[in-house]
């Protein structure tokens, strides 16, 4: 997803203002020895600029997304994926 791509450079800010912490199992060993401590899953949102044809700022598309961060042995976190992102469909408030 193109909106994945673009996030890259922006990953300690996603995982900064990340909301709703929970930590999950490694069901059925589906991961093995990868994740045999488990998952966190935190909700962020990001935004991506739109230009016009002058290359001036028209908007911003706003996603919403789940971080799934893999437990390691040492306690060190490791982002595994971006899951479930969306493009928050709202219109921006007009002044």
Not at 18 to 29: E, F, G, I, L
Not at 63 to 78: A, I, P
Request: aromatic residues 12%; positive net charge.
């Amino acid at each position: 997803m193109k909106a994945k791509a673009n996030i890259i450079p922006a990953i300690g800010e996603l995982i900064q203002i990340a909301s709703n912490k929970a930590q999950y199992p490694d069901y059925n060993n589906k991961h093995g020895e990868k994740a045999k401590f488990g998952w966190y899953r935190y909700n962020t949102r990001f935004g991506i600029p739109v230009y016009d044809g002058d290359g001036n700022l028209e908007r911003y598309n706003i996603f919403s997304t789940r971080m799934l961060v893999r437990c390691d042995e040492d306690g060190k976190l490791y982002l595994y994926d971006l899951v479930r992102t969306k493009k928050e469909t709202s219109k921006p408030h007009e002044q």
